[in-house]
């Protein structure tokens, strides 16, 4: 399984973008598809996180400004970021979660100017 991350970039405080993550490699359904994200000096932490049914689960700094789904297309996902703010800045992972394996993309750059 090979993840494609794009839509990263600069914006400005109270911004917005929006992160799309396509999964290739697989014709079948991945379970649950979310995204991650690291900061300089610190862990990578769970964004959000969605599952096939449609279940989602979010990290408590984006809730209410953050959402996530599934593209149209099997085994996409989407990150809508609003209200961005500096602390949001950081490299932004979309990770494919199976039974067995677990699948990371390369990583996109999200900086939030104040």
Not at 10 to 20: D, H, K, P, Y
Not at 63 to 76: L, V
């Amino acid at each position: 399984v090979q993840l494609v991350e794009s839509g990263g970039g600069l914006v400005q405080a109270g911004g917005s973008l929006r992160l799309s993550c396509a999964a290739s490699g697989t014709i079948f359904p991945i379970p649950t598809m979310g995204w991650y994200r690291q900061a300089p000096g610190k862990q990578r932490e769970l964004v959000a996180a969605i599952t096939s049914g449609g279940s989602t689960n979010y990290a408590d700094s984006v809730k209410g400004r953050f959402t996530i789904s599934r593209g149209n297309f099997k085994n996409t996902v989407l990150l809508q970021m609003n209200s961005l703010k500096s602390e949001d800045t950081a490299v932004y992972y979309c990770k494919a979660e199976r039974v067995r394996n677990n699948y990371w993309g390369q990583g996109t750059q999200v900086t939030v100017s104040s």
